[in-house]
């Protein structure tokens, strides 16, 4: 069975720049969770999905980032612009209904110079 | 933000011996988990301890959870090279939300 896949795995742009994440879960997890991940920590939570909806988003930045899951099963993350600071790993895992062990991507590693 | 606190933030030790690592989290909690990261990978699910739970094997692992004290502990006995790597507990709260502290990076020497 394919884990979490998630694309790209690294990215390289400039500040003011937008950027793209995306994540394809495993088949029939209905829970889908963003992470970012700065270096030395622990992942921090973004936004939770439970199918189409986001019942979890008190963490994201909306000024500039957005998220968004058509149908229930992929899901893209996107920053604009990208600053700076905004450099670190990207992470995506998904869930079963009601059960907690989240499986992880491999995640997505954005430099913004 | 992040709820809970591993301690050390740095582990290292000989193959062979034991690794002990602790957590603390700030609120009450459902459950307690705990993943393995290797370097430039995702993480990934070791263990979940259940807040009417004080103590869990898995294999090499054991996990104990202290409600009290809003504590867990994870040993790893017998440690091997390939136990490198960052361990980081997750508390899971009433909403569902779950929590990740900065994590222990755990040095196996062989």
């Known amino acids: 069975e394919a884990g979490v896949v998630q694309s790209p795995r690294y990215k390289i742009i400039e500040k003011k720049q937008p950027v793209a994440f995306w994540c394809n879960p495993i088949?029939?997890?209905?829970?889908l969770y963003w992470y970012l991940q700065n270096l030395g920590q622990g992942p921090e939570l973004l936004i939770r999905y439970e199918n189409e909806e986001a019942v979890d988003d008190s963490q994201l930045p909306k000024d500039r980032f957005s998220a968004e899951r058509l149908k229930g099963v992929d899901s893209t993350l996107k920053i604009q612009p990208a600053e700076l600071g905004d450099s670190a790993v990207y992470l995506c895992a998904s869930s079963l209904p009601n059960y907690n062990e989240q499986f992880f991507g491999p995640g997505t590693r954005l430099t913004v110079l | 933000s992040q709820q809970g606190e591993e301690d050390p933030q740095a582990l290292s030790i000989q193959e062979g011996e034991n690794a002990t690592m602790n957590c603390s989290y700030k609120t009450s909690i459902n459950n307690l988990q705990w993943y393995r990261q290797n370097s430039g990978r995702g993480l990934v699910h070791l263990i979940l301890?259940?807040?009417?739970?004080r103590e869990k094997h898995s294999g090499r692992l054991r996990v104990t959870l202290d409600t009290s004290k809003k504590s867990s502990s994870l040993l790893i006995t017998a440690s091997r090279a390939a136990d490198t790597a960052s361990y980081f507990c997750?508390?899971?709260?009433?909403?569902?939300?779950?929590?990740f502290g900065a994590g222990t990076r755990l040095t196996v020497k062989p």
């Open positions: 997750a508390g899971t709260y009433n909403n569902n939300d779950m929590r």
């Open positions: 301890i259940r807040s009417n739970e």
């Open positions: 088949s029939g997890h209905n829970t």
